[in-house]
C-alpha cells in the first residue's frame, strides 16, 4: 500500500518561512511527477508548484520567487521551501505524486495524495 506523509506545517509570521516535507512509503517502483497542492476555505484546490522526476520545476505565479520545491529521490521525498509568506498563502497543503507500483506481475501508475497540513501565515 503506498502512502504519502506530509509534515512541516504550523503557524507563521508575514515574512517568515516554512519548509514542508512529504514522503513516499510502499511498494513503489518509480515516482515521476510530484506536487504540492493547496486549498484555502471556499476556495478550489489549486497547484502550488511541481517537479519532474528529472528535476523540472514548475510553480503558481503567486508563488514564483518566494517558494523552491525540490525532490530527494532516494528518499523518496519532495520538499516546498516557503519563504516571504503572506497572509494569502493560507491553507491547507496538499503532496501529491504519480507512483507507479508493482501489482503481481503488472506494473500500474496511480495518483496518490497525502492527507494535508495547515498552513497559517498571521500576525
Known amino acids: 500500500q503506498v502512502q504519502l506523509v506530509e509534515s512541516g506545517g504550523g503557524l507563521v509570521q508575514p515574512g517568515g518561512s516554512l519548509r514542508l516535507s512529504c514522503t513516499a512509503s510502499?511498494?513503489?517502483?518509480?515516482?515521476?511527477?510530484m506536487g504540492w497542492y493547496r486549498q484555502a476555505p471556499g476556495k478550489q484546490r489549486e497547484l502550488v508548484a511541481s517537479i519532474t522526476s528529472r528535476g523540472s520545476t514548475n510553480y503558481a505565479d503567486s508563488v514564483k520567487g518566494r517558494f523552491t520545491i525540490s525532490r530527494d529521490n532516494a528518499k523518496k521525498t519532495v520538499y516546498l521551501q516557503m519563504s516571504s509568506l503572506k497572509p494569502e498563502d493560507t491553507a491547507v497543503y496538499y503532496c501529491?505524486?504519480?507512483?507507479?507500483?508493482?501489482?503481481?506481475?503488472?506494473?500500474?501508475?496511480?495518483?496518490?495524495w497525502g492527507q494535508g497540513t495547515q498552513v497559517t501565515v498571521s500576525s
Open positions: 510502499g511498494s513503489i517502483y518509480m515516482i515521476n511527477d
Open positions: 501529491n505524486a504519480a507512483i507507479q507500483y508493482y501489482n503481481g506481475r503488472s506494473l500500474y501508475e496511480a495518483e496518490y
